[in-house]
C-alpha cells in the first residue's frame, strides 16, 4: 500500500503530464502541424466510450453474472460496420450546419426547435450527472484502496482535490474559446494517449494475473470447473431471460456508441475528414476486445482467490497489491485514472454546451433583465462544467455506494438509446417531423425513468419498497419491474423494450398524425438534401438594391448580444468575406440570403442552431419585406420554368444528385491538385534548403571547385578557387566566354570541364597535360602550371557532368587540387627507394658470395669426415665391435645430412647469382624414379609406408638433367615419407599430358591449409615448425626444386586439403 500523498502526488503529475501534451497539441496545431490530423489519433479519441465500466467494471460483472457481461461489446463491434454510412453523413451535417452536440443535431433536423433541443439536454443530465458520478467514485474507491491507513491527508481533501483537479483540466482543454465547433486538438491528443495507458495497463495487468499468478487459462477454467463459480463458465443456470438481456445489450451498447452525447462529439464535432473513419470502423472493435480480453479471467482468478463477488470492480487493482507488486499496482491505478478523466471531462465539456446552449440562453432571452449574461457565455460554460462534475460528486456521496459501475453504465445506455427513434429516423424518414420527436423522446423518457430510475430510488430506501411489489395506489399491472404485467425480464430489458417501445410508437404517430407547417418542411429538405455535398451558395443575377451599410450595422448588434464589439465586428467582417460581399455597397435580395445563411452558421457554432435560428428571425437583417421580395423573386423563376413545385423539386433533387457527384468528384481532385502543391511546395522548400547546404559544403571543401552552366556561365567559384587562383568568386560567377581560363592560362582557352560539354575536345585537349585519362563520364588529368607559385604549381583535376532529372546535361563541374608537396614527395620516395634497392642488391649479392664461400669451405672437411668413416665402417683399419658400428653410422648419417644442408645452400647461392647449370640429355625418368624410390624405401619401411610406383611404361625420353630431376623426385618423396604418419602410402605417377610429362607425387598425410599452400616453395619457409623440427629441414627444398624445374621449362604445385593428404606435381616439357 501506499501514502496518501504519494497516489496524489501521482495522480497530479499525470494530470500535469496531460496538460503539457495538450498545450504542444494546440501548439502544433496552430502552426499548421497538428498531431491529431490523422485518422489513428480519431480512432482512439472515439476509445472514450470505454470507461471505468469497462476498465473495472467488467470484472465485477463478470464475477457476478459470467459471461453475460460481454453481451455489449458484440453490439458495439457491429455497429462500426454502419458507421461509413450513418457517421458519414453525420459528419457532412456538422460541416453543413456547424453541429456543436447531439441535441443541436436534433435541434436543426425537427425545424430548428428549441423544445426539441431542450428536451434532449434533459435527457442528457441523467445520463451524464450519474454516470459521472461513479467515475469519480471509481477513482476515489482506488485512492482509498491502495492508501496505508494513519494519519494522512483527509478523505474530504483528497476528494476535493481531485474534482478541482477535473474541473481546471476539462475547463483549460475543452472550454477555453466559444465556438464549441472548434476542434480541441488537446483534448482530442490526451484522449487518444488515456486510450494507449488505460489498454497498456489493463494487457500488462490481465498478463500478470493470469499467466503469473495463475498458470493460465487453462488451470483457471480446470479449477472453476472444481468449485461453485463454475456456473459463471456455462448457461446451464441462467434463467429465461438470458438471450433476451443479450439482445437487449447488443442493441442500447450498439447505438451508445453514437448517440452518447460525449461520442457524439468525438465522432461528429471533431472530426476533421471523413475518410478518418474508415480507420475506425477497424481500430475501435479491434480495441473493443482488447479491453475487454481479460476481463473474465481477471474475475475468475479474484473469485478463486477467495475476493467476493462485491469487490469484483476492484479487482484488477487488489490481485497486484495482494501479490506485492507495487509497480503494477501504481500502473493500474494511473490507467484507471485515464479511462475516467477522458470520460468526465469529455462529457461534462459537451453538457455544458447543451445546457449553456439550449438551456440558459432560452432563460436569458425570456427575461429581458438577464439578457447582459449573453455576453459572458464562456463563463456560463465554465460554471456549468463545474456544476456538472460537482452534481456528480454529490450523486456518488448520496447513493453511489448503492451500484455497480455497470448498472450505472446499463442506465446511461439505455437513456441515451431515446435519442435512437428520432436520431436515426430523422436522417432516413422523411415524415419525421417535430411533433413526433418531442412526444417520442418525452414519453420513452418518462418510461425510462419510471421503470429504472424509480425501482433504483426505492432499492436504497428514498421511496417505499412497496411500490415495487405492488405498483401505485396497489394497482400490479403498474408495477416499475413488471409493467402491464410482464414477468420474466430482467430489469434493462424490461426497461428497454418498453422505453423504446412507447418512443417509437409516439415518434411514427406523431410524425403521421401531425402535420408539419411548411417552415418545417422547407427545414428538413434543406437538411436531408445537405448531408450530399457540400457546394457553395447558389449566385442567382439580380439587381443589387439594399444598402449593405445599414444591415452591417444590424449584423454588429447582433453578434454583440453573445461577443464583445471587437470580436462581433471581426465575426461581421468574416461573414461578408465568406458570403463574397465585402467590397460592396449595395447587395440583392439573394445576395442577402447566401449573407443570412453564413451569418447564422457563424451563430450556430457558438450559440446551437435552433437559437441562431432565433436570434436571426428576431433582428432586423432580413426585414419582412425583403423576404416577400425573395419569395416573390422565387415565385417569378418559377412560374417562368411553367412547371409544377412537385415536378421542379424532383428535377432539382435528380440535378442535385448529378451535381453532387460532380462536385465530389471535382472536391477529391483539388484535394489531390492540393495535397500535390503541398507536396511540390515541400520538395521545393527542401531542394532550395538541399541547394544552400550544397553551396555551403562546396564553398568550404579543401579542394578548388568550379562549375559552369550548360552555356558556360560560371554557377560556383569556391572559397579554396579564390585562395589558388587569387580570383575573387563575386568577379567571376555569370562569367562566360572561357574567362574561368584566364587565371589557370592567361587566356581564354578550354579546359579540362569543356570537355564534358564538348566531347570533340577530346583530341585536342588532353595534349595539354602530361597525364590524360576518362573514365565513363570523368576526365581526369594532372597538369603543370607556372603562374600560381615561385618553381611552378603541379595541379590535378577531375571533371563531372552535371545532370538534370532527365539525365540532360546541364553543366559540368570540375575539381582542382594542388598537389605539388604530393609530387615532390612522390619524387623523393623513388629515389629513396632505388637508394635502397641497390643497397639491397648490393647485401644480397654480399650473402650470396658468403654463402658460396661458407658452402665450399665446408663440403671439405665434411666429405673427409665421410670418407674416413667409410673406412672405419668396412673395418679396413681393424674390426669394430657393434657399438662402434651404431656410433659411425650415427656420425655418417648426420654428416651426410650436413652435406645435403650444404648443397642446399650451395644451390640456392647459385640460383640467386644467375649461375645454376645444367647438363640436359635424354633420360629414361621411368628409371630415375625407380632408383629414387630404391634410395628411399630404407626410409619408407622405417614408418612402414607403403610406396607405389604408377609410371607408365610408354613414357619417351625426356630432355633433362637427371641428377637434378632426382634431387626433385627425391625431395617430394621424402617430404611425403617424412610428413605422413606412420603406416601410410605414397603414390608416385607419372603420364603425358599436353605435350608435357606429369609426375604426381601423392600421399594420404595431414594435408595442407588453403591459407599456407602460397608460401610453401619460398626460401627458409616452414609451415609446421613443431612438426619440421620433428621431421628435420631447412624450408629449402621446395624452393629449390621449383627453380630446378623452372629451369627445365617445367610448373610445379600442389593440390591439397586437410586430413586427406597431397598432391604435388612438377611438369616437364617433351620438345
Not at 534548403?689 to 568550379?706: E, G, H, T, V, Y
Not at 578557387?721 to 592560362?745: C, H, I, N, S
Given at each position: 500500500m501506499f501514502k496518501t500523498n504519494t497516489l496524489l502526488s501521482l495522480f497530479c503529475l499525470y494530470m500535469g503530464g496531460l496538460f503539457l501534451l495538450a498545450l504542444w497539441a494546440e501548439k502544433r496545431h496552430a502552426e499548421g502541424k497538428s498531431p491529431v490530423d490523422n485518422s489513428f489519433a480519431y480512432a482512439l479519441s472515439l476509445t472514450v466510450f470505454f470507461t471505468t465500466w469497462a476498465y473495472f467494471g467488467n470484472s465485477g460483472r463478470a464475477a457476478r453474472d459470467g459471461m453475460a457481461f460481454f453481451a455489449f461489446y458484440p453490439g458495439v463491434m457491429a455497429s462500426a460496420a454502419l458507421w461509413w454510412i450513418v457517421l458519414r453523413r453525420l459528419v457532412r451535417l456538422k460541416n453543413a450546419y456547424r453541429l456543436t452536440s447531439i441535441a443541436d443535431f436534433l435541434s436543426v433536423r425537427y425545424g430548428k426547435s428549441r423544445g426539441v433541443a431542450l428536451l434532449a439536454t434533459a435527457i442528457c443530465l441523467p445520463i451524464m450527472v450519474p454516470y459521472a458520478g461513479l467515475h469519480l467514485k471509481a477513482i476515489f474507491s482506488a485512492f482509498a484502496l491502495l492508501s496505508l491507513p494513519g494519519r494522512h491527508l483527509s478523505a474530504s481533501i483528497l476528494r476535493g482535490i481531485v474534482v478541482f483537479a477535473l474541473i481546471a483540466f476539462t475547463i483549460l482543454l475543452g472550454a477555453r474559446r466559444l465556438d464549441p465547433t472548434e476542434r480541441h486538438p488537446g483534448m482530442v491528443l490526451t484522449v487518444a494517449f488515456e486510450a494507449i495507458v488505460k489498454l497498456g495497463a489493463f494487457l500488462v495487468a490481465g498478463l500478470f494475473i493470469t499467466h503469473f499468478l495463475f498458470g493460465g487459462f487453462a488451470e483457471i477454467f480446470s479449477r472453476l470447473s472444481q468449485v461453485p463459480f463454475s456456473r459463471l463458465i456455462g448457461t446451464q443456470n441462467l434463467s429465461p431471460s438470458y438471450f433476451t438481456a443479450w439482445t437487449s445489450n447488443l442493441v442500447i451498447a450498439g447505438s451508445a456508441a453514437l448517440l452518447l452525447p460525449r461520442q457524439f462529439h468525438m465522432a461528429v464535432v471533431e472530426n476533421s475528414e471523413e475518410s478518418h473513419i474508415k480507420t475506425a470502423m477497424w481500430l475501435f472493435p479491434l480495441y473493443s476486445f482488447a479491453i475487454t480480453f481479460f476481463a473474465f479471467p481477471i474475475a475468475m482468478v479474484g473469485l478463486l482467490k477467495g475476493y467476493p463477488p462485491a469487490q469484483g470492480d476492484t479487482f484488477i487493482l487488489r490481485l497486484p497489491l495482494d501479490s506485492g507488486h507495487p509497480w503494477l499496482v501504481l500502473l493500474v491505478f494511473i490507467g484507471g485514472v485515464s479511462a475516467a478523466i477522458g470520460m468526465i471531462s469529455v462529457a461534462s465539456m459537451t453538457l455544458s454546451t447543451m445546457v449553456t446552449n439550449h438551456l440558459v440562453l432560452p432563460i436569458l432571452?425570456?427575461?429581458?433583465?438577464?439578457?447582459?449574461?449573453?455576453?459572458?457565455?464562456?463563463?456560463?460554460?465554465?460554471?456549468?462544467?463545474?456544476?456538472?462534475?460537482?452534481?456528480?460528486?454529490?450523486?456518488?456521496?448520496?447513493?453511489?455506494?448503492?451500484?455497480?459501475?455497470?448498472?450505472?453504465?446499463?442506465?446511461?445506455?439505455?437513456?441515451?438509446?431515446?435519442?435512437?427513434?428520432?436520431?436515426?429516423?430523422?436522417?432516413?424518414?422523411?415524415?419525421?417531423?417535430?411533433?413526433?420527436?418531442?412526444?417520442?423522446?418525452?414519453?420513452?423518457?418518462?418510461?425510462?425513468?419510471?421503470?429504472?430510475?424509480?425501482?433504483?430510488?426505492?432499492?436504497?430506501?428514498?421511496?417505499?419498497?412497496?411500490?415495487?411489489?405492488?405498483?401505485?395506489?396497489?394497482?400490479?399491472?403498474?408495477?416499475?419491474?413488471?409493467?402491464?404485467?410482464?414477468?420474466?425480464?430482467?430489469?434493462?430489458?424490461?426497461?428497454?423494450?418498453?422505453?423504446?417501445?412507447?418512443?417509437?410508437?409516439?415518434?411514427?404517430?406523431?410524425?403521421?398524425?401531425?402535420?408539419?407547417?411548411?417552415?418545417?418542411?422547407?427545414?428538413?429538405?434543406?437538411?436531408?438534401?445537405?448531408?450530399?455535398?457540400?457546394?457553395?451558395?447558389?449566385?442567382?443575377?439580380?439587381?443589387?438594391?439594399?444598402?449593405?451599410?445599414?444591415?452591417?450595422?444590424?449584423?454588429?448588434?447582433?453578434?454583440?448580444?453573445?461577443?464583445?464589439?471587437?470580436?462581433?465586428?471581426?465575426?461581421?467582417?468574416?461573414?461578408?468575406?465568406?458570403?463574397?460581399?465585402?467590397?460592396?455597397?449595395?447587395?440583392?435580395?439573394?445576395?442577402?440570403?447566401?449573407?443570412?445563411?453564413?451569418?447564422?452558421?457563424?451563430?450556430?457554432?457558438?450559440?446551437?442552431?435552433?437559437?441562431?435560428?432565433?436570434?436571426?428571425?428576431?433582428?432586423?437583417?432580413?426585414?419582412?419585406?425583403?423576404?416577400?421580395?425573395?419569395?416573390?423573386?422565387?415565385?417569378?423563376?418559377?412560374?417562368?420554368?411553367?412547371?409544377?413545385?412537385?415536378?421542379?423539386?424532383?428535377?432539382?433533387?435528380?440535378?442535385?444528385?448529378?451535381?453532387?457527384?460532380?462536385?465530389?468528384?471535382?472536391?477529391?481532385?483539388?484535394?489531390?491538385?492540393?495535397?500535390?502543391?503541398?507536396?511540390?511546395?515541400?520538395?521545393?522548400?527542401?531542394?532550395?534548403?538541399?541547394?544552400?547546404?550544397?553551396?555551403?559544403?562546396?564553398?568550404?571543401?579543401?579542394?578548388?571547385?568550379?562549375?559552369?552552366?550548360?552555356?558556360?556561365?560560371?554557377?560556383?567559384?569556391?572559397?579554396?578557387?579564390?585562395?589558388?587562383?587569387?580570383?575573387?568568386?563575386?568577379?567571376?560567377?555569370?562569367?562566360?566566354?572561357?574567362?574561368?581560363?584566364?587565371?589557370?592560362?592567361?587566356?581564354?582557352?578550354?579546359?579540362?570541364?569543356?570537355?564534358?560539354?564538348?566531347?570533340?575536345?577530346?583530341?585536342?585537349?588532353?595534349?595539354?597535360?602530361?597525364?590524360?585519362?576518362?573514365?565513363?563520364?570523368?576526365?581526369?588529368?594532372?597538369?603543370?602550371?607556372?603562374?600560381?607559385?615561385?618553381?611552378?604549381?603541379?595541379?590535378?583535376?577531375?571533371?563531372?557532368?552535371?545532370?538534370?532529372?532527365?539525365?540532360?546535361?546541364?553543366?559540368?563541374?570540375?575539381?582542382?587540387?594542388?598537389?605539388?608537396?604530393?609530387?615532390?614527395?612522390?619524387?623523393?620516395?623513388?629515389?629513396?627507394?632505388?637508394?635502397?634497392?641497390?643497397?639491397?642488391?648490393?647485401?644480397?649479392?654480399?650473402?650470396?658470395?658468403?654463402?658460396?664461400?661458407?658452402?665450399?669451405?665446408?663440403?671439405?672437411?665434411?666429405?673427409?669426415?665421410?670418407?674416413?668413416?667409410?673406412?672405419?665402417?668396412?673395418?679396413?683399419?681393424?674390426?669394430?665391435?657393434?657399438?662402434?658400428?651404431?656410433?659411425?653410422?650415427?656420425?655418417?648419417?648426420?654428416?651426410?645430412?650436413?652435406?645435403?644442408?650444404?648443397?642446399?645452400?650451395?644451390?640456392?647461392?647459385?640460383?640467386?647469382?644467375?649461375?645454376?647449370?645444367?647438363?640436359?640429355?635424354?633420360?629414361?625418368?621411368?628409371?630415375?624414379?625407380?632408383?629414387?624410390?630404391?634410395?628411399?624405401?630404407?626410409?619408407?619401411?622405417?614408418?612402414?609406408?607403403?610406396?607405389?610406383?604408377?609410371?607408365?611404361?610408354?613414357?619417351?625420353?625426356?630432355?633433362?638433367?637427371?641428377?637434378?630431376?632426382?634431387?626433385?623426385?627425391?625431395?617430394?618423396?621424402?617430404?611425403?615419407?617424412?610428413?605422413?604418419?606412420?603406416?601410410?602410402?605414397?603414390?608416385?605417377?607419372?603420364?603425358?599430358?599436353?605435350k608435357c610429362l606429369r609426375c604426381e607425387i601423392e600421399d594420404n598425410g595431414l594435408g595442407i591449409a588453403k591459407r599456407d599452400l602460397s608460401k610453401l616453395f619460398t626460401r627458409f619457409t616452414q609451415l609446421d615448425m613443431t612438426t619440421t623440427r620433428k621431421a628435420g629441414g631447412t624450408g629449402l627444398g621446395l624452393s629449390i626444386s621449383k627453380a630446378i624445374v623452372e629451369a627445365h621449362g617445367g610448373k610445379i604445385g600442389v593440390e591439397s586439403e586437410v586430413g586427406k593428404g597431397s598432391i604435388f606435381w612438377f611438369t616437364l616439357p617433351l620438345e
Open positions: 432571452g425570456w427575461h429581458k433583465s438577464l439578457a447582459f449574461l449573453r455576453r459572458h457565455l464562456l463563463k456560463l460554460r465554465w460554471l456549468a462544467i463545474a456544476l456538472a462534475i460537482l452534481l456528480g460528486f454529490e450523486f456518488q456521496r448520496q447513493v453511489g455506494d448503492a451500484f455497480m459501475l455497470v448498472d450505472i453504465g446499463a442506465l446511461s445506455f439505455a437513456a441515451a438509446f431515446q435519442f435512437a427513434p428520432a436520431a436515426f429516423g430523422g436522417l432516413f424518414w422523411r415524415r419525421g417531423n417535430k411533433r413526433g420527436a418531442l412526444m417520442g423522446m418525452l414519453g420513452g423518457t418518462l418510461v425510462w425513468c419510471y421503470t429504472s430510475l424509480l425501482p433504483s430510488f426505492a432499492s436504497t430506501g428514498g421511496l417505499p419498497k412497496g411500490l415495487l411489489e405492488h405498483g401505485p395506489w396497489g394497482i400490479a399491472l403498474l408495477r416499475p419491474e413488471g409493467l402491464f404485467g410482464m414477468s420474466g425480464l430482467d430489469p434493462l430489458s424490461h426497461t428497454v423494450f418498453w422505453s423504446f417501445l412507447c418512443n417509437l410508437f409516439l415518434y411514427v404517430l406523431g410524425s403521421l398524425w401531425f402535420q408539419s407547417d411548411p417552415e418545417e418542411i422547407e427545414l428538413t429538405e434543406e437538411f436531408l438534401g445537405s448531408w450530399r455535398v457540400t457546394l457553395p451558395p447558389s449566385r442567382i443575377k439580380m439587381a443589387p438594391s439594399i444598402p449593405l451599410s445599414e444591415k452591417k450595422v444590424a449584423i454588429e448588434g447582433l453578434f454583440e448580444h453573445y461577443f464583445p464589439p471587437e470580436e462581433a465586428k471581426a465575426k461581421t467582417e468574416k461573414c461578408l468575406l465568406q458570403a463574397d460581399l465585402s467590397k460592396k455597397k449595395e447587395v440583392s435580395v439573394f445576395e442577402l440570403a447566401v449573407l443570412r445563411r453564413e451569418i447564422e452558421k457563424s451563430l450556430s457554432g457558438s450559440i446551437g442552431a435552433a437559437e441562431a435560428y432565433k436570434a436571426l428571425n428576431q433582428s432586423p437583417i432580413f426585414t419582412p419585406e425583403e423576404t416577400k421580395e425573395l419569395s416573390e423573386s422565387y415565385g417569378r423563376i418559377l412560374a417562368q420554368l411553367k412547371v409544377p413545385p412537385e415536378e421542379l423539386r424532383r428535377k432539382i433533387d435528380y440535378y442535385q444528385e448529378r451535381e453532387s457527384l460532380l462536385t465530389s468528384h471535382a472536391m477529391e481532385l483539388q484535394k489531390r491538385i492540393e495535397e500535390r502543391t503541398a507536396e511540390l511546395e515541400k520538395s521545393n522548400l527542401a531542394l532550395l534548403q538541399s541547394k544552400r547546404r550544397l553551396a555551403n559544403i562546396i564553398d568550404f571543401l579543401p579542394d578548388a571547385i568550379l562549375a559552369v552552366d550548360s552555356e558556360g556561365k560560371v554557377i560556383a567559384w569556391n572559397r579554396a578557387l579564390e585562395e589558388m587562383t587569387g580570383v575573387k568568386a563575386k568577379d567571376m560567377l555569370g562569367q562566360g566566354d572561357r574567362a574561368y581560363a584566364l587565371p589557370f592560362y592567361g587566356e581564354k582557352s578550354p579546359i579540362l570541364l569543356d570537355l564534358v560539354l564538348h566531347p570533340e575536345l577530346e583530341k585536342e585537349l588532353p595534349g595539354r597535360y602530361f597525364h590524360f585519362e576518362k573514365k565513363d563520364d570523368l576526365y581526369f588529368v594532372e597538369t603543370y602550371i607556372e603562374r600560381f607559385k615561385p618553381g611552378g604549381a603541379y595541379l590535378w583535376g577531375v571533371a563531372a557532368p552535371l545532370l538534370d532529372i532527365d539525365g540532360k546535361v546541364v553543366g559540368a563541374i570540375e575539381s582542382i587540387r594542388d598537389i605539388t608537396d604530393r609530387k615532390k614527395a612522390e619524387k623523393e620516395k623513388a629515389q629513396l627507394q632505388e637508394e635502397q634497392i641497390e643497397a639491397l642488391k648490393q647485401a644480397d649479392s654480399l650473402k650470396d658470395q658468403f654463402l658460396s664461400i661458407l658452402s665450399h669451405e665446408l663440403r671439405t672437411p665434411i666429405n673427409v669426415i665421410s670418407g674416413f668413416g667409410s673406412i672405419l665402417d668396412d673395418e679396413i683399419p681393424g674390426p669394430l665391435n657393434k657399438e662402434q658400428h651404431d656410433y659411425l653410422k650415427k656420425m655418417l648419417a648426420s654428416s651426410d645430412n650436413l652435406l645435403a644442408l650444404v648443397n642446399d645452400l650451395l644451390d640456392m647461392t647459385r640460383i640467386q647469382a644467375g649461375k645454376f647449370l645444367l647438363v640436359p640429355q635424354p633420360m629414361d625418368f621411368k628409371q630415375v624414379v625407380e632408383e629414387v624410390l630404391a634410395n628411399l624405401r630404407p626410409l619408407a619401411d622405417q614408418k612402414r609406408h607403403t610406396l607405389i610406383n604408377q609410371v607408365q611404361d610408354e613414357i619417351p625420353l625426356v630432355t633433362g638433367d637427371a641428377q637434378r630431376i632426382a634431387q626433385v623426385l627425391s625431395n617430394l618423396i621424402n617430404n611425403a615419407i617424412k610428413f605422413t604418419p606412420e603406416g601410410g602410402t605414397v603414390w608416385v605417377r607419372a603420364f603425358v599430358e599436353d
